[in-house]
């Protein structure tokens, strides 16, 4: 995620703007519109630098977390991934330390021999072949397609490291934990978006 952008989630002010706001404070004011703007732009920008160091992950995490232990049948995590319209979520082991994240992907790498396997490359292979590629999966544990060691983050972290780590490893979503791993929250990408805009 680009932060450097971020001045475009805000209206940008115009002269219009700047005479008006000048004509409404009472008295002289020695500055001219344009001199203005360039020290209203760049408080701005001083602002918008404060702002996104003093964002920490526990502040825009989501709390309510779905997750699966690591020995939950893989049927049950697609069906639970399907009834919450989510596609990827924390595995936990039983102190409740996040051990691995499960996502569509997971799923899709299994079902192909392909590196970066796609939804559509998975269809045509199913349409080819004569067995249902997913039928491999039924027997398996969310351990043993889950992707580990866990990309985490502890709910200390600035919200700017969070994003650039996310967009650094190409991932959607990351676990926020206290310490020893146990979750504490989720940041998704729409998350960040919120947050910043």
Do not use: W
Request: net charge negative.
């Amino acid at each position: 995620m680009n932060f450097s952008r971020i001045n475009e989630c805000f209206q940008t002010i115009t002269d219009e703007d700047v005479l008006e706001a000048m004509r409404e404070i009472p008295g002289y004011l020695d500055i001219t519109p344009s001199d203005f703007i360039e020290v209203y732009r760049i408080a701005f920008d001083h602002a918008v630098n404060r702002i996104k160091t003093a964002i920490l992950a526990e502040h825009v995490m989501t709390r309510t977390v779905v997750s699966v232990l690591e020995d939950a049948p893989l049927l049950e995590t697609a069906v639970q991934m399907r009834d919450h319209d989510i596609s990827g979520m924390p595995v936990l082991n039983e102190q409740g330390a996040v051990t691995g994240v499960i996502s569509e992907k997971d799923f899709l790498s299994r079902m192909t021999e392909k590196k970066d396997p796609s939804f559509m490359q998975v269809l045509i292979q199913c349409m080819d072949d004569s067995c249902c590629l997913a039928r491999s999966l039924k027997t398996l544990k969310v351990r043993d397609i889950m992707s580990s060691p866990p990309v985490t983050v502890h709910k200390s972290f600035k919200l700017l490291d969070v994003a650039n780590l996310m967009d650094r490893r190409k991932i959607n979503r990351v676990p926020v934990c206290e310490d020893h791993n146990i979750l504490v929250g989720i940041i998704a990408r729409s998350d960040l978006v919120q947050a910043m805009c």
